[in-house]
Every structure is written in structure tokens, then in C-alpha cells.
């Protein structure tokens, strides 16, 4: 039987083990204490762990040794969240500036290609490339332009909104008028920030702008819309060398006034305004309503001008010199019931038809009168509800039974009438020529009217007025041997060539004065 061989000794093993591991760290430190084993060393660690080469930065962000993620997150902090660029401009031969964030402008930093770009330095490439971009990185550093982004909107708004700041607004040429004479004083250009321009710069030279932080921006010039008031100073000397005479007329009492408005408060009014035509002389309407408001409050308490109504149309006729009357209105009044008063009675003293007065007083009882109950009474306005016209008025006499016509003042004409009836009686008060109607017809008195001018409501949809001697449908005349004596329904009769000739002369708007 063969013997087993004896085992290897242990110890000679051991040595051998020793030996090698010796032989291995010996060589890995030669490698590593020799410059080229260094490199080859660095190379192997960064390409195996996918980091940046040594010396790889974009403007000050040192990007050496980090992964892509991790350059990013630098790159979005040092660039995106903490960049600033110092905006300039210049104002009267010295720059002023304001810091910007780079958002602001509408630039940024597009984080994850520049740090993929930061990482293209020494990988991908031959093995010969990218040692000698390694060596050459750490030796003297890679600067890595950034992958700039532009967001035009951003930028603008960012433009605007620092011009709404710093922008110097320009002065138009201006008008002084103090007591009654005319100075000018002259425009001056303001300036801006020209954002189109500014836009294109920032568009073209973004990563100029981003990795140098600073901005000159370019302003232009803002011409005042009012450049010259020379024109305008003239016509405003013209207006106010001339007086200007301001007419108003109350229909009611039939009263003429006449203000003369000195051009120390003429020129109060006047303004310098623009418009798509250009500079113009322009009447500061604030003014002339407060002033018709003072005329107002001097006619008393029971009259004033509707200011809402004139001012628009008196600021016109001063701007063009033109004649001008106002119409003074009246306010509502009152009325203390006494004993014995009837509503018909009381719509004949104040010259107002019942139903308005029933109109006016919603809660009125007309068949329950009390002594001491106080009336709303309309205003006579509401009875002139057309433009007055101020140099024509017909005048009626009740009592008399007469018609006069005047104009401008002088008496024209006269005439004898027949006005209502007891039962139906002609109402007093200031009425006003609203219709023409060549033969109206009266159904319920079977009337026709020749020449018919209505002048007022007897009540809703009943129209009374002025007209010649009436006829029945059968043609038969009525009341022409009568005329000087009530005869009417309500109506006011005339002769049948007055009534013609007064139909043709009175135009709508012109007043009715009919007294008791």
C-alpha cells in the first residue's frame, strides 16, 4: 500500500502569501507616490465615479469633484438664486444702479445642460483627449461658459416696471392766467428707459450680461405732449379782451337778467387740455358749475340753474363766443291747506292742474282735506318740458278774456278770446306751447279745432290749448258771436285769422302765461 505524500509545509506557505501581498502593496505604492501613477490614479476614480474633472468651474462656481446632479444644484444656487446684476442708467452725467436678480431680466442659467457641459470636460472623448484635458483643467482650470436662457416677457415687465421708477415724466408748456392776463411758461422733455432697445441688447448679449453682472441700460427722450402754447396764449388774450355777456331768463316770472363776467373770472375758466388733435383752449368745467351755482343762490331759495343742464353747452358758446341764455329753474314748493280749500281750488291759486298735485301727494285723500294739511306742490318746470323759447311768450287774461303776443319784449299783438266755463274752466299757471295740430278733433264734445296748439294736460292724455272757432261734425260754427265771454270746455277760443296767424308764429317751447 502506497503512502500518502506529506502535506506542504505551513509556514513556506505563509511566506509565500506574505510575499505577494507585499509585492502588490509595494507596487500600488510606487504607483501612487510617482506623478504619473497620480494621474492615472485621479483619471480611473473620476471616470469610474462620474465626476467632474479638477479645475472645471463656470465664472466663480468651483465644479471639481461633483457629480452632474451635484453641479446643478450649485449652478442654480450661486447663479439662479443668488446671482444679482447691477443695473445702470444715467441721469444727469452720473450713473445710478439698482441690483437686479437675474430672473428680473429674464435671464437665467440653464443648470442642467451647463453642468453636463462642465462634465463633457475630459469624458467621452479618447483616452489620450481626455488625459490631456484632465492634466491641462488641473493644471491651469476649464472655465465652462453657462447655458444662458432668455425670457423676453420677464425681461419687459421687469424694464417697465423700473421704468414706472426712475423714469422723469416731461412738462408740457403751460398757461398762467392771473387777474386777467395771459403767461406761458415752457415745456421740458422727460426721460425713459428705451425698452425695445434695452430688450435686443439683453436678447443678444445674455451671457455678456449674466457672467459680468452689470447692465448699462439706454434711455430716450419723452416729448410733453404740449410742447407749444403760444396759439393758445393768443385766443385766450382774444377771449378775454372781449366782455362776455351772460343772459338768463326765468319763464315763470318772465324776468331777464344779464351778468357781466369780468375776465379775472373768465380767465379762472380756462385750461390748456390735449387730445388726438393736438393742444387746445378748453373751459375747466368744475369752475363754470361753481359759478352758476353762486348765480343760482342769489335768484333765492325757490329758484336756482340746473348747472347738470348748462355747463357743458355754456363751456361751448364761451369757448366761441357765442350768445348765450340760461333758463332759471324752480324748486318745489309747498302749500298749508286752509278751511274751506278744495283740491281744484287750491290747483287754481298756485297754477298747477289738480293731478299733479294728486300726483305729487301720494297718500292724499282729494275728498278729505283737513285745515293745517301741508301739500307737496310741484315745480313749475314740470309744466315747461321743452327748450324755452325766451323772446316769444303768449299772455291770457282770464278775467279779461284777452290774448297778447310779445316778442323781444314789445307788444305784437292782441286779441279777444272765450276761455272755459265754470264747470270746466281754462286752468291758470305758466304752460307752454307743446303741439301743432292744423284741425284737432274732440271726440267728446264732437269738435273739430282749427289751428290747435296744446299747452297743457287738463289731465292725463287730455290735452286743452289755443284754437280757432271750433265746429260740430255737422259744420255748423260754434260760439263766434260769443267771443269775450267763457264759452269753451277748457280751451282758449280766437277768431279764426288770430288763431291761424298765432298757430304760424308760435313755435313749440314758446310760453303760456295764463293768468285768472
Known amino acids: 500500500m502506497q503512502k500518502p505524500a506529506s502535506p506542504a509545509n505551513p509556514v513556506a506557505i505563509t511566506i509565500s502569501r506574505r510575499a505577494y501581498i507585499f509585492l502588490i502593496g509595494a507596487t500600488l505604492l510606487a504607483v501612487l507616490l510617482c506623478p504619473l501613477g497620480l494621474l492615472l490614479a485621479d483619471y480611473a476614480y473620476l471616470q469610474l465615479f462620474e465626476r467632474i474633472v479638477p479645475g472645471v468651474r463656470v465664472g466663480k462656481t468651483e465644479l471639481g469633484g461633483k457629480s452632474v446632479y451635484q453641479a446643478a444644484t450649485w449652478l442654480n444656487k450661486d447663479w439662479n438664486m443668488e446671482g444679482k446684476i447691477a443695473v445702470g442708467w444715467v441721469v444727469n452725467d452720473a450713473i445710478q444702479s439698482e441690483y437686479f436678480s437675474p430672473r428680473q431680466l429674464g435671464l437665467g442659467v440653464d443648470v442642467v445642460k451647463t453642468a453636463r457641459d462642465a462634465y463633457g470636460v475630459g469624458h467621452g472623448q479618447s483616452l489620450t483627449s481626455e488625459i490631456s484635458q484632465l492634466v491641462r483643467s488641473t493644471l491651469y482650470g476649464w472655465e465652462v461658459a453657462p447655458a444662458v436662457t432668455f425670457d423676453l416677457q420677464a425681461a419687459r415687465s421687469g424694464l417697465e416696471s423700473l421704468a414706472t421708477r426712475i423714469s422723469i415724466p416731461p412738462q408740457n408748456a403751460g398757461l398762467q392766467i392771473e387777474g386777467g392776463k395771459v403767461s406761458t411758461t415752457p415745456s421740458v422733455p422727460g426721460t425713459t428707459i428705451d425698452i425695445e432697445t434695452a430688450l435686443t441688447h439683453i436678447a443678444s448679449d445674455s451671457t455678456t450680461i449674466l457672467t459680468e453682472g452689470y447692465l448699462l441700460l439706454p434711455l430716450k427722450g419723452v416729448p410733453p405732449a404740449i410742447a407749444d402754447v403760444s396759439a393758445i396764449a393768443a385766443e385766450a388774450e382774444k377771449l378775454l379782451d372781449t366782455p362776455l355777456h351772460l343772459k338768463g331768463y326765468d319763464p315763470v316770472t318772465d324776468e331777464s337778467f344779464d351778468w357781466l363776467v369780468n375776465p379775472a373770472i373768465l380767465g379762472g375758466w380756462l385750461k390748456v387740455a390735449t387730445d388726438a388733435d393736438g393742444p387746445h383752449l378748453e373751459v375747466n368745467k368744475d369752475r ?8 343760482g343762490k342769489g335768484l333765492g331759495s325757490e ?80 309744466l315747461l318740458p321743452l327748450p324755452v323759447i325766451p323772446n316769444k311768450r303768449i299772455v291770457i287774461s282770464i278775467s279779461r278774456q284777452r290774448l297778447w303776443t310779445t316778442q323781444d319784449g314789445q307788444l305784437r299783438s292782441e286779441h279777444l278770446i272765450s276761455t272755459g266755463v265754470d264747470r270746466s274752466p281754462t286752468q291758470p299757471g305758466i304752460f307752454q306751447v307743446q303741439t301743432h295740430e292744423l284741425t284737432a278733433y274732440a271726440s267728446v264734445w264732437d269738435l273739430y279745432m282749427p289751428h290747435f296748439l296744446g299747452i297743457y294736460e287738463a289731465w292725463p292724455g287730455f290735452m286743452n290749448g289755443i284754437h280757432g272757432l271750433p265746429t260740430l261734425s255737422n259744420g255748423v260754427r260754434l260760439w263766434e258771436s260769443i267771443l269775450g265771454r267763457p264759452a269753451s270746455f277748457g280751451c282758449i277760443i280766437l277768431d279764426l285769422q288770430a288763431a291761424q296767424d298765432l298757430y304760424f308764429w308760435a313755435e313749440d317751447g314758446v310760453v303760456v302765461e295764463i293768468q285768472p
Open 288 to 295: 363754470l358749475d361753481l359759478y352758476l351755482s353762486e348765480l
Open 303 to 382: 329758484r336756482f340753474v340746473d348747472t347738470a343742464r348748462y355747463t357743458p353747452s355754456l363751456a361751448e358758446a364761451v369757448l366761441h363766443q357765442s350768445p348765450f341764455t340760461l333758463i332759471v329753474n324752480h324748486t318745489p314748493s309747498s302749500y298749508l291747506v286752509k278751511s274751506g280749500d278744495t283740491l281744484l281750488r287750491i290747483a287754481w291759486n298756485v297754477g298747477i292742474p289738480f293731478w299733479r298735485i294728486d300726483a305729487a301727494n301720494p297718500e292724499l285723500d282729494p275728498d278729505k282735506l283737513n285745515a293745517g294739511q301741508q301739500l307737496i306742490i310741484p315745480s313749475k318746470d314740470d
